[in-house]
T-cell receptor, first 114, second 114 residues
Framework: AQTVTQSQPEMSVQEAETVTLSCTYDTSENNYYLFWYKQPPSRQMILVIRQEAYKQQNATENRFSVNFQKAAKSFSLKISDSQLGDTAMYFCAFMSDSNYQLIWGAGTKLIIKP | DTGVSQDPRHKITKRGQNVTFRCDPISEHNRLYWYRQTLGQGPEFLTYFQNEAQLEKSRLLSDRFSAERPKGSFSTLEIQRTEQGDSAMYLC????????????FGNGTRLTVT
């Protein structure tokens, strides 16, 4: 069975700093997809970034980038130039090629301080 | 594209009552998911439809829970004989039927069972 682990329950950084959220996963599959979702307080879950396991190049979306280490089964999220609006719960999620359930980590609460 | 819509936003009910939630997915999305999320946790998979077919249902889902998607468009989730442990946020998400298509979430229905 696949599992997703986020080992940082909560992090806080100053505005404009760079922060990295960690995520590790366990799977025996070779083809899969990884996602980072953001859930601001009392608001809906929003996709931040996604990575296909067959792609070696790390995904980037503006200030958000990932460090995907397939052999280590690691998928960290880096947020550069953090903004107050980045304050949210961040969830790492895994989807295999064989079924379409998302397996979620427990989340990391990120607080950006002014 | 109006996004995924869920109704109601909040529901307070007494233990033992039945409740029904509705989800309207993004119109061209043929996959629809229901998740449950409790405070401080990642979403927990409940069930998944492709068009009108319910393809998977979590083993954690008791017989009191039933979901339908009669015409392959909107979906309903019914909980019969509610229990206090059913109190949670119920999230609906939809996606295209493509391998790595990301899920788009609604705002959720927050259920409180008193």
């Amino acid at each position: 069975a696949q599992t997703v682990t986020q080992s940082q329950p909560e992090m806080s950084v100053q505005e404009a700093e760079t922060v990295t959220l960690s995520c590790t996963y366990d799977t025996s599959e070779n083809n899969y997809y990884l996602f980072w979702y953001k859930q601001p307080p009392s608001r809906q879950m929003i996709l931040v970034i996604r990575q296909e396991a067959y792609k070696q190049q790390n995904a980037t979306e503006n200030r958000f980038s990932v460090n995907f280490q397939k052999a280590a089964k690691s998928f960290s999220l880096k947020i550069s130039d953090s903004q107050l609006g980045d304050t949210a719960m961040y969830f790492c999620a895994f989807m295999s090629d064989s079924n379409y359930q998302l397996i979620w980590g427990a989340g990391t609460k990120l607080i950006i301080k002014p | 594209d109006t996004g995924v819509s869920q109704d109601p936003r909040h529901k307070i009910t007494k233990r033992g009552q039945n409740v029904t939630f509705r989800c309207d997915p993004i119109s061209e999305h043929n996959r629809l998911y229901w998740y449950r999320q409790t405070l401080g946790q990642g979403p927990e998979f409940l069930t998944y439809f492709q068009n009108e077919a319910q393809l998977e249902k979590s083993r954690l889902l008791s017989d009191r829970f039933s979901a339908e998607r009669p015409k392959g468009s909107f979906s309903t989730l019914e909980i019969q004989r509610t229990e206090q442990g059913d109190s949670a946020m119920y999230l609906c998400a939809s996606s295209l039927a493509m391998d790595n298509s990301p899920l788009h979430f609604g705002n959720g229905t927050r259920l409180t069972v008193t």
